[in-house]
Every structure is written in structure tokens, then in C-alpha cells.
């Protein structure tokens, strides 16, 4: 059932008991009951408590929205990358980030896009869904989720300390070129980075002092200008 047509009757309820001379202090009641029952709840997707008192430190190994989005980090990225508005994608973390910090993001939840910008990503990550097949149905039958995975647990959940362990990235390269794609953020060292002809412009190995979530975060850039073809054709003549 949906959850705004339960608030929506609670409303209406309180609304109707305030009416009577007896029954509004059980309305008011109620609704300071309803109140409390949607800031102690915790779920996927309404985790109110741990937002409020949360959102700014650090307990109980939880990511604060300040971690996670960690502006002063992804600024000196810029920089250190000499960014200048390519696409971007993300690998072991969400693509809000991104998004949130100003890159030009082509992964991410996105609840409105074009079917014809939803084909042209399935293409890059067309080796992905090939390899998982519950990866596959799940991008078919969804056009929000545009994610690009390192693995089928579709994990993109803030980890607090990343697998040190390489990972293999399977996208199509050329795909990625053509939806203007430059640029790979990942949390994960990608094993066959070279063999997608892409390398490596930034790592943050953790061991300088930062203490970001994404202290080891590796970042891949697009080894040439066109596609993959036409750098093999250059290169056998």
C-alpha cells in the first residue's frame, strides 16, 4: 500500500478529530505519535534518525552527509586532474556524488531520462549485463537505475574502507567514448584497465593523511581521443 495515502489519512483523521470539543486532545496525540514514528524509523529509504543526528560526525561506523559527499575532496580532485567538464563515471560508490560536486555525471539514479539515453548506456555497460544475468533483468525492466557495477552485488552503498582487492571493469569502451565519457572514479583498482585503454591519472593511496571515504580512490582516464577502432587502425599502419 502506498505510503502517502497512509500519511494522507492520518491527516485527514487528525484533521476531523480537532473538530470535536473532547477529541482534539487526542488528535493532537496522535499526531505527535506519527511524528515520532517517522523520525525513529529506520529503513532503505527513510532513515530519519540517523540523518538528523547523523549528518555531520562520525558514530557507530555510520558515513555522515558531509563524508559522503566530501565537497573539499572532490574540489582538489578537480584540480589535480585538471577537470573541464568531461563525463564521468562512477565504480564502488554512488554517482550522486559526482553529480552533487559538479562533474558532468552519465551514471546515476535517474528517475527522468530519455529511453534513447537509457539504450545508449545499456551499451556501455552491455559486457557487464552479459557476465550477470540478474544485472541484466534488472537494468531491462528499471530505466532509473544507470549504474556501472564491479561486480552483480550492486553495491553502491558509502564504504568507509574499500577491497584493496583489483577488480575487473567490464564496459565497452567505444560506447563510452560516444556518450562522452572520459573519465572513470573508482574505489577499486581496475585489473584490466590497459586492456580498455585507459590509465591511470590519480590515485590516493591513503596514506598521505586524508581521511575522506574515498582516500583510495583511483581515477582512469580515456587513453586517446576517438574509439578504440580507430586508435587500433592508426596503430597498424
Not at 486532545?25 to 505527535?32: C, E, G, L, R, T
Request: include cysteine.
Amino acid at each position: 500500500f502506498n505510503n502517502f495515502l497512509w500519511y494522507l489519512l492520518a491527516a485527514l483523521l487528525v484533521v476531523s478529530l480537532c473538530k470535536g470539543k473532547y477529541a482534539k486532545n487526542f488528535a493532537m496525540v496522535f499526531a505527535v505519535m506519527q511524528i515520532l514514528a517517522i523520525i525513529l524509523s529506520n529503513g532503505k529509504y527513510y532513515d530519519t534518525r540517523n540523518n538528523l543526528f547523523y549528518s555531520n560526525s562520525v558514530s557507530k561506523g555510520m558515513v555522515s552527509y558531509k563524508e559522503f559527499f566530501d565537497e573539499e575532496y572532490f574540489s582538489m580532485l578537480k584540480e589535480q586532474i585538471d577537470y573541464n567538464g568531461e563525463g564521468v563515471v562512477s565504480v564502488g560508490y554512488h554517482p550522486s556524488v559526482t553529480m552533487y560536486n559538479g562533474f558532468h555525471t552519465l551514471d546515476g539514479y535517474l528517475c527522468i531520462n530519455p529511453v534513447s539515453y537509457h539504450e545508449s548506456f545499456r551499451k556501455v555497460v552491455e559486457p557487464m549485463l552479459e557476465k550477470y544475468p540478474v544485472l541484466q533483468e534488472a537494468y531491462d525492466t528499471s530505466g532509473i537505475r544507470l549504474y556501472v557495477y564491479s561486480d552483480a552485488s550492486r553495491n553502491v552503498a558509502p564504504q568507509r574502507i574499500a577491497s584493496k582487492e583489483a577488480r575487473e571493469l567490464l564496459i565497452n569502451t567505444d560506447a563510452f567514448v560516444d556518450l562522452g565519457g572520459k573519465y572513470i572514479f573508482s574505489l577499486y583498482e581496475l585489473s584490466n584497465a590497459e586492456e580498455l585503454n585507459f590509465e591511470m591519472v590519480y590515485h590516493n593511496d591513503g596514506t598521505n593523511g586524508n581521511n575522506s571515504i574515498y582516500r583510495t580512490l583511483y581515477v582512469y582516464k580515456i587513453g586517446f581521443d576517438g574509439n578504440s577502432k580507430e586508435l587500433s587502425e592508426r596503430e597498424a599502419k
